[in-house]
C-alpha cells in the first residue's frame, strides 16, 4: 500500500531563526523525523512512499541521495570494504514530487494523484508525529467499511485546565482537556481514491474533504490512547530526542519486536496481548481539527 507524506511546510513552530531545515529534516536521533515515520510504515510492510514536497524539498532530497546505511545499522569494516549487518532502505521505493511552496494539505495530496492511481486505498502523513499506533488494526478495520477515510484520533494534548463557570460566575467544576469527551486529529490516514472528488483545487484535507465526509457518516476514526507525540514546536522536537537518547522509544516498534524476538516473547502485537487495543468507530464527538 503506498504512503503519501505531506513534508513540504515552512514548520514556523519549528524555526529557531538559524536553520532552515523542514520540519521533517529535524533529528531524533541519528536520523531525522521523516525517516522515523517512514520506518514506522516500513515495520507495518509499507514501503512504496510518496513524499509531496516543498519548502526545504533540496535536504530531504540529499537525505536519501547521498543516504548512509552504517548510521543506523551494525556493519563490518574489511579491506576496506563495508559489509552491512542490517538494512533500513533497501527494499523501500521512494518518489519525489514537488507540489509547491504554499500549498494547503488538500492540493499537495491533489498534485500526487497519479501516482497513487490504481490503488484501492492508500495511507497518508503530516510526516511529523510520531506513535505507537497498531497500523494494522486500523487498516483492517477500515477495509471492511464503506468509508472514504479514516484517521487517527487521539486525546487533545494541552496541558490547560477547563473550567465549568455558571451563570452566577462560580466555578462549578474543574477539569482536564483529557478527561472532556474530544479527540484530536492525529495526522495518521488511511484514504480511498474517491478522497479526491471532495478536495478542489488549492482545498485543505480536513475542512474540504473530510469535514463534509463526517456529514456523511463516510469518515472513521481509529480512538488510540497509546503513545502519540508531535513535534510542532523545538520543545516537543526536544523531548522527543531526549526520549530518545535515554532508550525510551515506544514509537520505534521495530526495535520492539526485534528484542521479543530475540528473547522468545509471544508476540506482543496480537489483540489479545494489548492493552491498548481500541474501538474504530464512526466520528460522532467533537473533533480537534489539526
Not at 497509546?226 to 522536537?237: H, I, L, N, S
Request: a negative charge; aromatic letters at 10%.
Amino acid at each position: 500500500m503506498k504512503v503519501v507524506l505531506f513534508c513540504g511546510g515552512y514548520g514556523m513552530r519549528m524555526r529557531d531563526g538559524v536553520s532552515d531545515l523542514p520540519k521533517p529534516m529535524h533529528q531524533v536521533g541519528p536520523r531525522p523525523l521523516i525517516w522515523h515515520v517512514m520506518r514506522y510504515y516500513a515495520h507495518f510492510g509499507h514501503t512504496d512512499f510518496v513524499l509531496c514536497l516543498g519548502y526545504g524539498a533540496h535536504h530531504i532530497k540529499d537525505f536519501f541521495l547521498t543516504y548512509s546505511e552504517t548510521a543506523s545499522n551494525d556493519f563490518v569494516l574489511r579491506g576496506g570494504d563495508v559489509h552491512l549487518l542490517g538494512s533500513d532502505i533497501s527494499d523501500w521505493t521512494i518518489t519525489f514530487v514537488h507540489t509547491g511552496l504554499d500549498s494547503p494539505i488538500g492540493e499537495r495530496l491533489r498534485r500526487v494523484r497519479p501516482h497513487v492511481a490504481g490503488e484501492e486505498m492508500f495511507l497518508a502523513n503530516y510526516a511529523d508525529v510520531l506513535t505507537d499506533l497498531p497500523l494494522n488494526r486500523m487498516i483492517d478495520r477500515f477495509r471492511t467499511s464503506n468509508a472514504v477515510g479514516a484517521l487517527l484520533a487521539v486525546p487533545p494534548q494541552s496541558a490547560f485546565h477547563c473550567v465549568d463557570v455558571g451563570d452566577d460566575d462560580r466555578v462549578a467544576g474543574i477539569s482536564t482537556l483529557q478527561e472532556m469527551p474530544l479527540w484530536e486529529n492525529g495526522g495518521y490516514f488511511v484514504l480511498r481514491p474517491e478522497i479526491f472528488d471532495y478536495l478542489p483545487r488549492n482545498g485543505d484535507l480536513i475542512m474540504d474533504a473530510c469535514r463534509p465526509l463526517a456529514k456523511e457518516g463516510r469518515l472513521m476514526a481509529y480512538r488510540h490512547r497509546g503513545f502519540w507525540q508531535p513535534a510542532d514546536t523545538v520543545k516537543e522536537r526536544h523531548a522527543l530526542e531526549a526520549s530518545y537518547q535515554v532508550g525510551d522509544r515506544p514509537w520505534m516498534l521495530w526495535e520492539r519486536d526485534a528484542d521479543n524476538a530475540s528473547a522468545g516473547d509471544p508476540d506482543l502485537t496480537t489483540p489479545e496481548n494489548d492493552p491498548l487495543h481500541a474501538a474504530f468507530a464512526s466520528v460522532r464527538g467533537s473533533l480537534v481539527e489539526r
